[in-house]
């Protein structure tokens, strides 16, 4: 199978799972366990922060910065197409109380920062408490630059809100600009970082932030049922990550970019913005019917190529990981170019 669905789709190495095996475990939830403080205080000085919490999941990782940042009838700001608002079950409103505010996006992925301005609500008991401004980077494949990074924090200072960053993807953001992760992490208030996607560990995402957030992220972890036992043998492969999986990122970017030079010689596929964003292509089948993209993806299955995101998105979604070589991505091409000419 060449799985080009998402990074989230990697087995751990025989390098992590060794470690994995040999991990010094304690209890965490009674901040006991040493292979777990060692990730947390690694990540924590790689993004510039003062410290780190261990989640089984960025879904919950996100919500719980939300909730640390946030009471019950305050809101928060994020792209209309963001994970924190569309992606997460709504949790922050379901199980916080706080209503999100979103914008449409600028086509840079950025949601332009007038316009957040502008959404900032008055001090007016009409109206919920504007606290945050959550953004996302990379944010479907596109890098925010440091410039835009740095006019969003003035203005959350400006407006006295609070700056969350979703860096799922913060590493793949940091070496497509070709700076340290403190560059695109540091000045957030906090920042949520997943191991499990294209730094290929099996489970697990960060938080990082000063303590005071990470005082009430924790108690949010319990009632959330995050706070994890044992879970060491899950930090040790995220240390395995840290130290090899990083600089390869730029292998994944380069190999989505040979993906979309190969699909744009093809008649009757579109790139959207006529190349790779980071380690994601976007394609569409113009002139075609919406139906036509399940068709393709139901063709490449019978080839043995998953694509992704899901079935019936509008567009098709191919993400390059771990798993993927150079061969994986000239098959893919061809099986793809096959379906477009007999079709
Ligand atoms: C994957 C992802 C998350 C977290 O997802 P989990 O599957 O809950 O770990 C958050 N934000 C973005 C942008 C993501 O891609």
């Known amino acids: 199978m060449i799985d080009l669905r998402s990074d989230t789709v990697t087995m751990p190495c025989d390098a992590m799972r060794r470690a994995m095996a040999a991990a010094e475990v304690g209890d965490d939830v009674y901040d006991e366990d040493p292979t777990v403080k060692r990730l947390e205080r690694r990540l924590a000085e790689m993004a510039g922060h003062d410290a780190a919490l261990f989640f089984p999941s960025g879904t919950q990782s996100n919500l719980a910065a939300l909730l640390s940042h946030c009471q019950r009838g305050d809101e928060y700001i994020a ?68 410039d835009y990074m740095r006019r969003a924090r003035e203005l959350a200072d400006q407006h006295r809100l609070g700056l969350h960053l979703d860096g799922a993807r913060a590493f793949n953001a940091a070496v497509a600009l070709g700076v340290e992760l403190a560059e695109v992490t540091a000045r957030f208030d906090s920042v949520s970082i997943c191991l499990s996607k294209g730094l290929g560990a099996p489970v697990g995402s960060l938080l990082c932030a000063n303590a005071a957030i990470i005082d009430r992220a924790r108690r949010w972890r319990k009632m959330t049922g995050g706070g994890m036992r044992q879970c060491g043998v899950l930090a040790a492969a995220g240390l395995v990550a840290l130290d090899n999986n990083i600089a390869r990122l730029a292998d994944d970017h380069a190999r989505a970019q040979r993906l979309a030079e190969g699909l744009l010689r093809l008649d009757g596929v579109t790139v959207i913005d006529g190349g790779a964003r980071t380690n994601m292509v976007f394609i569409t089948l113009p002139g075609r019917p919406p139906a036509a993209l399940d068709a393709l993806r139901r063709h490449a299955k019978t080839h043995d190529l998953l694509l992704g995101p899901r079935a019936g998105a509008a567009t098709i979604r191919l993400v390059t990981h771990l798993h993927i070589n150079d061969q994986d991505i000239d098959q893919a091409i061809e099986i793809i170019g096959a379906f477009v000419r007999e079709n």
């Open 79 to 146: 792209a209309q197409h963001a994970h924190t608002y569309r992606f997460e079950g709504g949790g922050a409103a379901a199980l916080g109380g706080i209503q999100p505010q979103p914008l449409e996006a600028e086509p840079d992925g950025g949601v332009a920062l007038d316009k957040v301005a502008a959404a900032v609500k008055a001090d007016d008991f009409h109206f919920a408490k504007t606290r945050l401004l959550a953004l996302e980077n990379t944010t479907d494949g596109k890098v925010l630059t440091l």
